[in-house]
């Protein structure tokens, strides 16, 4: 249990003062969903959407003051432009209360309009960039995201994966990094993780394996904007492709981050079960909507062979992504089965292109990434 005290952070972010309203940030409410869990601070400083630049050297400077208390063992905080209703004073009660509310709070947040947008631009430091979606969780995109990064290496790219699922990010575990913090760099940059040939970046390393991260939407589409803008990808070198794993899901966070960024096309990750087959399509319109180009569509657990008998088994039916790619007038880019190697390669944080590299599924996912360059 951590000795660090809500009241004691309060007394610190009351010495840090706004450069033109000339008031501590505290008594001006800018302070949201202060929380504290074994010695990790996390907090959102509301802003008006004018004053980012301002805003995130106060940012900085409240990390770093907060990191020079006792016990304080790691702060992560984002900018928010939430105004949609007024800021709750961080001091009216404690953690547990604040969070608490944020419950309560889900009904207004989940109906509130997403922010503006300029357009989408491009990532600095990226050449190419594909976002991989599959409309819902459990499908196994996150796995596919990052043994296309690697096929991506092995046909000669530089290339990288951005975890843009901030309540459930995989990546940390996938690239064997669970337990890795990032760099911050001179000019308050963070470089990203770097391991089996691909870089890597992920919310996951900077909230820990095992925090659950309670955020409402303003506050996420927070966390990515900055993770968008302060990671320096050319930390290495500059990358040729990018892949995005966006999260499950065509709601206003999906959607803003389409916007939001230039994207050079989307990959469809689908079980061939019905089901999966629905939310898939749902992705495909919103790429439609938001005029990206679909590459195409991946079958992902597409069969089972028994690793003992060699039986094939078509646990989740079979053919419907092919089907759906036909349905749609987009290409079918190949079928991965489900295999215990894949599996096991994948939570040994090894996935199987890199750990495995002649294996048919690292082959299979290598055409598959050759088919992706040759669109783009």
Same mark, same amino acid.
């Given at each position: 249990?951590?000795?660090?005290?809500?009241?004691?952070?309060?007394?610190?972010?009351?010495?840090?003062?706004?450069?033109?309203?000339?008031?501590?940030?505290?008594?001006?409410?800018?302070?949201?969903?202060?929380?504290?869990?074994?010695?990790?601070?996390?907090?959102?400083?509301?802003?008006?959407?004018?004053?980012?630049?301002?805003?995130?050297?106060?940012?900085?400077?409240?990390?770093?003051? *907060? *990191?020079?208390?006792?016990?304080?063992?790691?702060?992560?905080?984002?900018?928010?432009?939430?105004?949609?209703?007024?800021?709750?004073?961080?001091?009216?009660?404690?953690?547990?209360?604040?969070?608490?509310?944020?419950?309560?709070?889900?009904?207004?947040?989940?109906?509130?309009?997403?922010?503006?947008?300029?357009?989408?631009?491009?990532?600095?430091?990226?050449?190419?960039?594909?976002?991989?979606?599959?409309?819902?969780?459990?499908?196994?995109?996150?796995t596919t995201?990052?043994?296309?990064?690697?096929?991506?290496?092995?046909?000669?790219?530089?290339?990288?994966?951005?975890? *843009?699922?901030?309540?459930?990010?995989?990546?940390?575990?996938?690239?064997?990094?669970?337990?890795?913090?990032?760099?911050? *760099?001179?000019?308050?940059?963070?470089?990203?993780?770097?391991?089996?040939?691909?870089?890597?970046?992920?919310?996951?390393?900077?909230?820990?394996?095992?925090?659950?991260?309670?955020?409402?939407?303003?506050?996420?589409?927070?966390?990515?904007?900055?993770?968008?803008?302060?990671?320096?990808?050319?930390?290495?070198?500059?990358?040729?492709?990018?892949?995005?794993?966006?999260?499950?899901?065509?709601?206003?966070?999906?959607?803003?981050?389409?916007?939001?960024?230039?994207?050079?096309?989307?990959?469809?990750?689908?079980?061939?079960?019905?089901?999966?087959?629905?939310?898939?399509?749902?992705?495909?319109?919103?790429?439609?909507?938001?005029?990206?180009?679909?590459?195409?569509?991946?079958?992902?657990?597409s069969y089972?062979?028994?690793?003992?008998?060699?039986?094939?088994?078509?646990?989740?039916?079979?053919?419907?992504?092919?089907?759906?790619?036909?349905?749609?007038n987009l290409?079918?880019?190949?079928?991965?089965?489900?295999?215990?190697?894949?599996?096991?390669?994948?939570?040994?944080?090894?996935?199987?292109?890199?750990?495995?590299?002649?294996?048919?599924?690292?082959?299979?996912?290598?055409?598959?990434?050759?088919?992706?360059?040759?669109?783009?």
């Amino acid at each position: 249990m951590s000795d660090v005290k809500h009241e004691q952070l309060i007394e610190a972010l009351k010495t840090i003062i706004h450069p033109t309203l000339n008031k501590n940030i505290v008594d001006l409410g800018i302070i949201e969903g202060l929380v504290i869990k074994d010695g990790n601070i996390g907090f959102a400083l509301n802003i008006e959407p004018s004053d980012v630049d301002v805003m995130e050297k106060m940012r900085l400077a409240c990390d770093r003051l *907060l *990191l020079q208390i006792d016990g304080v063992k790691k702060v992560t905080s984002v900018l928010t432009a939430n105004r949609g209703a007024e800021p709750t004073p961080p001091h009216q009660g404690d953690a547990k209360q604040f969070e608490n509310k944020k419950y309560d709070n889900k009904k207004a947040t989940a109906q509130s309009t997403p922010p503006p947008v300029d357009g989408p631009t491009g990532i600095a430091g990226v050449k190419h960039v594909i976002a991989v979606a599959s409309g819902k969780g459990g499908v196994g995109k996150s796995t596919t995201s990052i043994n296309l990064a690697l096929a991506f290496n092995k046909l000669g790219l530089k290339a990288g994966i951005f975890d *843009l699922d901030i309540y459930g990010p995989s990546v940390p575990r996938l690239m064997g990094l669970a337990d890795t913090r990032p760099e911050i *760099l001179d000019d308050d940059k963070i470089a990203p993780l770097k391991n089996h040939d691909i870089v890597s970046m992920s919310i996951g390393y900077l909230t820990g394996k095992d925090t659950a991260t309670i955020w409402r939407g303003p506050m996420v589409m927070g966390a990515i904007q900055q993770m968008l803008s302060g990671v320096k990808w050319d930390y290495y070198s500059p990358l040729d492709v990018l892949i995005l794993d966006l999260p499950p899901g065509t709601g206003d966070a999906q959607l803003t981050m389409v916007q939001k960024i230039k994207l050079d096309g989307a990959v469809i990750v689908s079980t061939p079960q019905d089901l999966a087959l629905i939310d898939a399509r749902k992705a495909i319109n919103m790429f439609d909507q938001t005029k990206t180009p679909v590459l195409g569509i991946i079958e992902n657990m597409s069969y089972f062979l028994c690793p003992h008998c060699g039986e094939r088994s078509d646990i989740f039916s079979h053919g419907g992504a092919q089907e759906t790619a036909k349905e749609k007038n987009l290409d079918f880019l190949g079928s991965i089965p489900l295999d215990m190697a894949i599996r096991q390669s994948s939570d040994d944080g090894d996935p199987i292109v890199h750990s495995q590299p002649q294996s048919d599924h690292a082959k299979t996912y290598i055409e598959i990434a050759d088919k992706i360059l040759e669109k783009i």
